[in-house]
C-alpha cells in the first residue's frame, strides 16, 4: 500500500476563514511533507516533518501552520489568506532514512482563496 | 544558482521513439535522486528511484546517474502517447528529507 490519502479534494475558502487540510498514511513512513504548486510550476517545498518534528520550514508565512498529530497524520492549518496562496497543496511521505526514502504523494487539496 | 535544473521543453518525440530527458543538481553531496511523472491536474508519481552512479532499468524506463558530473537522465524507450506528461527530477539535499524539484520537462510523444 502506497497511499497517501488527503482531504479534502477541493476547498473554497474567504480571506477572513479558518480551514484545514489534512493528510494521513499508514506506510510507516517517518517523514511527511508538504509542498505547494502553482500552475506550471513544479512542486514548492513548504514543511517537513520527521519524527513528529518539524525538521524544515522554508520560510513560510505564518498564516500557514503546520501540525503533525501522530506518526501518520498530518495537518496544515489556514488562516487569513490571500488569493495568491490559491494553488494545488500536496502531502507526500517517506521513509527518514536510509536508501528507501522515495516520496508518495497524495491527490492534493486545490486551495482557491476568494 | 537554482539546486536542481532541468530543460524546460517542450520536448516532443514520434511514438516508438527515443526520449530523453536531463537534470542537473548543484549539491555534491546529494545520494538520492527521483524522477516522477505528472499529468495535468494530477499529483506527481514515482516512476523511478536512483542511489548508485550507473543505469538502472524498469521496463522501458532507465535512469542513469553520474555523480562526478552532478547528472542525472530518464530515458523512455518505445514512446507511447500515453507517456506525455510533465516528466520533473527530484533530488534529496543533504539526505535530511530535503527533496527540491526541478522545473519540470514537458514531454509530447505524438501518435
Known amino acids: 500500500d502506497t497511499e497517501v490519502t488527503q482531504t479534502p479534494k477541493h476547498l473554497v475558502m474567504g480571506m477572513t476563514n479558518k480551514k484545514s487540510l489534512k493528510c494521513e498514511q499508514h506506510m510507516g513512513h517517518r517523514a511527511m511533507y508538504w509542498y505547494k504548486q502553482k500552475a506550471k510550476k513544479p512542486p514548492e517545498l513548504m514543511f517537513v516533518y520527521s519524527y513528529e518534528k518539524l525538521s524544515i520550514n522554508e520560510s513560510v508565512p505564518s498564516r500557514f501552520s503546520p501540525e503533525c498529530p501522530n506518526s501518520s497524520l498530518l495537518n496544515l492549518h489556514l488562516h487569513a489568506l490571500q488569493p495568491e496562496d490559491s494553488a494545488l497543496y500536496l502531502c507526500?511521505?517517506?521513509?527518514?532514512?536510509?536508501?528507501?526514502?522515495?516520496?508518495?504523494f497524495g491527490q492534493g487539496t486545490r486551495l482557491t482563496v476568494v | 544558482q537554482k539546486e536542481v535544473e532541468q530543460n524546460s521543453g517542450p520536448l516532443s518525440v514520434p511514438e516508438g521513439a527515443i526520449a530523453s530527458l536531463n537534470c542537473t543538481y548543484s549539491?555534491?553531496?546529494?545520494?538520492?535522486f527521483f524522477w516522477y511523472r505528472q499529468y495535468s491536474g494530477k499529483s506527481p508519481e514515482l516512476i523511478m528511484s536512483i542511489y548508485s552512479n550507473g543505469d538502472k532499468e524498469d521496463g522501458r524506463f532507465t535512469a542513469q546517474l553520474n555523480k562526478a558530473s552532478q547528472y542525472v537522465s530518464l530515458l523512455i524507450r518505445d514512446s507511447q502517447p500515453s507517456d506525455s506528461a510533465t516528466y520533473l527530477c527530484a533530488v534529496n539535499i543533504d539526505n535530511n528529507n530535503d527533496m527540491r524539484f526541478g522545473a519540470g520537462t514537458r514531454l509530447t510523444v505524438k501518435p
Open positions: 507526500a511521505s517517506s521513509h527518514a532514512l536510509g536508501a528507501g526514502i522515495e516520496a508518495f
Open positions: 549539491d555534491r553531496g546529494s545520494q538520492s
